[in-house]
């Protein structure tokens, strides 16, 4: 069965205080790992999508990087508007849907 | 403006009563999956549909049911036999799913369901 565990659960920062999120992952055949946002009442937002350990894409102040047993989201430099619940998710080789974990949720206080 | 759209935003429903949320999308793809959001909990899946007029089970199907006629649709009914239906339901589609891909899923904006 895949598992995804995130942490911190929660995590409060000061505007311009770089710091990283992290994405535990167990899975049979990684196809993917993928990182969404959500803001509050609405649906996620993709971010990235990793295949292979060693990968790493970035956009604007987010770069995503991935291990054969983790990947990180590091956050450089955030801004107020970089505030939400970033989510991170597998999908392994014998899977369709995605197994989703449950969130970092991210305060950037100016 | 390609996308996904949900419908209604919010629906309340009393006990006893089914109720279907609509899910369209224009963005062509052959895949359309349906999630479930509950509070301090990761999004998990409850059916999915990879080509039309075909769909499977995810990991909590039961009191739930679906539909695939038309390749843009993908409606979910909530039935009286879901025991615990009050939750953010999240429609999403992807280009497809043949074995060994790995496409990214896009998603809608949500439907928030309270059983009165």
């Known amino acids: 069965e895949d598992q995804v565990t995130q942490s911190p659960e929660a995590l409060r920062l000061q505007e311009g205080e770089s710091s990283s999120l992290n994405c535990s992952y167990t899975v049979s055949g990684l196809r993917g790992l993928f990182w969404y946002r959500q803001d509050p009442g609405k649906g996620p937002e993709f971010l990235f999508t990793?295949?292979?350990a060693g990968e790493e894409k970035e956009k604007e102040r987010l770069k995503a990087t991935l291990t054969k047993k983790e990947s990180f989201l590091h956050i450089t430099a955030p801004k107020p508007e970089d505030s939400a619940t970033y989510l991170c998710a597998v999908q392994g080789g014998g899977a369709d849907g995605l197994t989703f974990g449950k969130g970092t949720h991210l305060i950037i206080q100016p | 403006d390609g996308g996904i759209t949900q419908s209604p935003k919010y629906l309340f429903r009393k006990e006893g009563q089914n109720v279907t949320l609509s899910c369209e999308q224009n963005?062509?793809?052959?895949?359309m999956y349906w999630y479930r959001q509950d509070p301090g909990q990761g999004l998990r899946l409850i059916y999915y549909?990879?080509?039309?007029?075909?769909?499977q089970k995810g990991d909590i199907a039961e009191g739930y049911s679906v539909s695939r006629e038309k390749k843009e649709s993908f409606p979910l009914t909530v039935t009286s036999a879901q025991k615990n239906p009050t939750a953010f339901y999240l429609c999403?589609?992807?280009?497809?799913?043949?074995?060994?891909?790995?496409?990214?899923?896009?998603f809608g904006p949500g439907t928030r369901l309270t059983v009165l």
């Open positions: 990793l295949y292979s």
């Open positions: 549909s990879q080509i039309v007029n075909d769909f």
């Open positions: 963005l062509n793809h052959d895949a």
């Open positions: 999403a589609s992807s280009i497809d799913s043949e074995p060994g891909s790995y496409n990214e899923q896009f």
